[in-house]
């Protein structure tokens, strides 16, 4: 049985005919679609639409009493996959492509949707505000390690993996890092909450190895229950002063703001450094 129309006899009205050959969908394509869409995401896009013109199957009905006599499955993919020339039927539209190129093409389509695949988020990560919060974990990630994972040349260079390694492995968390004091700002002197806020300070911490020569490195947003404890350290803290903290993670930084944590302690280390001129720039913040 073919795609197209030919002449047999019905077994119905026991006349030949020429077939009356419709187009449907494959039963099993809907499920297919969904399990695309899944694990693919935005990639479905280009793979659905192929998968549905080359996935339908031609039923042949008498033109006559129009029973079913026969169907073809999946008439756009190649009859004989041993064949040395492989043709596709897209609609109305035929590709005849040699069987190795068809492989490699395939091979290679395969390789880069694993790839994208593996490097896109999941859907069913939600970054939705009213989503409950995320448990929180003392992890032993150094400066370094985030850098590797979630620092400025990872994101330049694949934001969406270096976005869902933040999400899975530094979110909410707490670090013990070590950095140098660049600059406060907020009402330190008076601890007056910010607005819709329990933070009173943001102090701004530049930390070794650094991201840029310029710009401070993260900014620590202290809340007024520390700031109480801590606020005679704080306040004598002079640029270039190592200072030791514990912190939960907030967010990631990007090229318009800085990696933001909410301190838990601070404390000085009696270690200090020069530090150059750094600039601030206010959108930068938190």
């Not at 419709?22 to 479905?44: M, R, W």
């Amino acid at each position: 049985m073919i795609y197209s129309p030919i002449k047999r006899k019905c077994t119905y009205c026991n006349v030949e005919v020429v077939t009356y050959v419709e187009h449907e969908t494959n039963p099993l394509f809907p499920l297919a679609a969904v399990l695309t869409v899944i694990i693919f995401g935005f990639l479905s896009l280009l793979i659905l639409p192929i998968a549905y013109m080359v996935t339908k199957n031609a039923v042949h009905r008498c033109s006559r009493c129009l029973q079913k006599m026969g169907e073809k499955r999946c008439f756009g993919l190649p009859t004989n996959m041993k064949d040395e020339i492989w043709q596709f039927r897209l609609g109305k539209c035929h590709v005849v492509v040699s069987r190795g190129i068809a492989l490699i093409a395939l091979v290679a389509f395969s390789i880069l949707s694993l790839y994208y695949v593996y490097m896109r988020p999941s859907i069913f990560e939600s970054n939705s505000p009213f989503e409950a919060p995320k448990e929180s974990f003392k992890i032993s990630a150094t400066w370094e390690e985030f850098l590797a994972d979630c620092g400025g040349e990872v994101i330049v260079e694949n934001n969406v993996h270096a976005r869902a390694t933040f999400n899975r492995k530094y979110e909410n968390n707490f670090v013990t890092w070590t950095g140098f004091f660049a600059e406060i700002k907020g009402s330190a002197g008076a601890g007056v909450p910010f607005v819709g806020s329990d933070h009173t300070t943001n102090i701004l911490v530049k930390m070794m190895p650094s991201e840029s020569v310029l710009y401070p490195d993260l900014v620590l947003s202290v809340p007024s229950t520390l700031f109480s404890i801590e606020k005679e350290t704080i306040k004598s803290l002079q640029k270039g002063d190592e200072i030791k903290f514990e912190a939960k993670i907030v967010s990631m930084g990007n090229e318009f703001k800085m990696h933001h944590l909410h301190a838990k302690s601070i404390k000085q280390t009696g270690n200090s450094v020069v530090l150059s001129d750094i600039i601030v720039r206010e959108s930068t913040l938190p």
